[in-house]
């Protein structure tokens, strides 16, 4: 009988029960078991489909990894693991150059070092590429005409004898990159009618300047002329360089030529001084109902005997605003360093004119500078 390798004996042998044949001598011979081997095998169809169905799973695991599976063993000593399998690492075919001899297999280490060599060369290429363009851009960028200031927009004032003293500055032409703005903003704000300013670049070829403008409250007249004045003393522009000159109050600085030459554009006046002529604009007209008065600021001299002796009398000036009214009186009002406070000077001028008008009397001064101790004189 054939043997056949991975197949059950028991599934290819057949049991069969053959006659006996007549024996001589007239008896029957009993009957014999012979087993037999078919010339086809013939396996169940249970077991046929799944056994192709298992090769088939194989094969399209086979195509999808690539790699068949092999015994799984140690990295270092190639001894096959106990248990367990894994996937076939091909190696890498080396392919030969042309003209060379046979083929040699390239180690890995040497491709690394080559792509080492090959970035070295590309840094030393970037470097040398940077050390030729970094100083040419720079030699562009502050020589080349592109970044020369061609244009000063000014933001934040109307007033357009402030805009062309900012465009005067003489910063057309200069380069946008060498333009110190801190610096730029410091010098326009000290300008007289700027308090306060700060200074943009605006690429490629403009500067924007933002400025905050100083605001005008009265009209300073001395012998020189006449100056707009802001409410911190600073004194601005001429009258005539002055917008909304006509709808200011103005003060007549009556002291000597020699102590008003000084006033000018860019100086500076006492803030206290500026703000007392303010609120005596303010006040008097709601006290007396007289607006269309004048206000002068003079200097008053006097001789004192309380020196050190009485032989070298001392000379004191003092400055003092005085109200000269279309009536014909003047009223002296002191200053804004007097211990009587303004309010109650200009109450007590308001009952002063009261009563010089109920008693038909024609006041010719009237001196509020020493509290309660007022004295007035009358016309002859």
Known sequence: MTEHRGEI?????????????????????????????????????????????RAQQRRMRQRQEGSPLVARALAQ??????????????????????GTGPSVAI????????????????????????????????????????????????????????????????????????????????????????????????WPDRLQVMVNERQPVL?????????????????????TSTPQAGQLQTVIDARAQKVTAGIRPGAHLEAAEVTFAVEVFKEVPVLTGISNFTLRYESKIYVSNAGPSAQQPQTVSHTTFVIVSPAGWVAYLGGPDDVNPLANRLRELQQILVMAQQKGLHLATIDLRFGLNVAYTLQP
Do not use: C
Not at 89 to 95: C, D, G, K
Not at 219 to 233: C, E, F, H, I, M
């Open 9 to 53: 004996r028991e599934q290819i042998a057949f049991w069969e029960t053959r006659r006996a044949e007549p024996a001589r001598g007239g008896g029957e011979q009993p009957r014999q078991r012979v087993v037999t081997t078919p010339q086809k095998i013939v396996h169940p169809a249970g077991w046929t489909a799944m056994a192709e169905r």
């Open 77 to 98: 000593t190639a001894v096959r693991a106990s248990s367990g399998q894994m996937r076939a690492i091909r190696s890498p075919v080396a392919r030969p150059r042309p």
């Open 107 to 202: 180690p890995r280490r040497s491709s690394r070092l080559q792509a080492r060599q090959r970035q070295r060369w590309r840094k030393l290429l970037a470097a040398l590429l940077g050390l030729v363009l970094v100083p040419a851009g720079l030699l562009f960028a502050l020589l080349g005409p592109a970044f020369r200031i061609q244009q000063i927009t000014v933001v934040g004032t109307h007033n357009q004898a402030l805009i062309a003293q900012i465009q005067q500055l003489g910063l057309q032409g200069q380069n946008l990159f060498l333009v110190d703005t801190a610096a730029l903003s410091k010098r326009i704000a000290a300008l007289p009618l700027v308090a306060s300013a700060s200074v943009e670049r605006d």
């Open 219 to 239: 009209l300073w007249k001395t012998a020189q002329g006449s100056y707009s004045v802001d409410r911190s003393g600073m004194v601005l522009a001429a009258a």
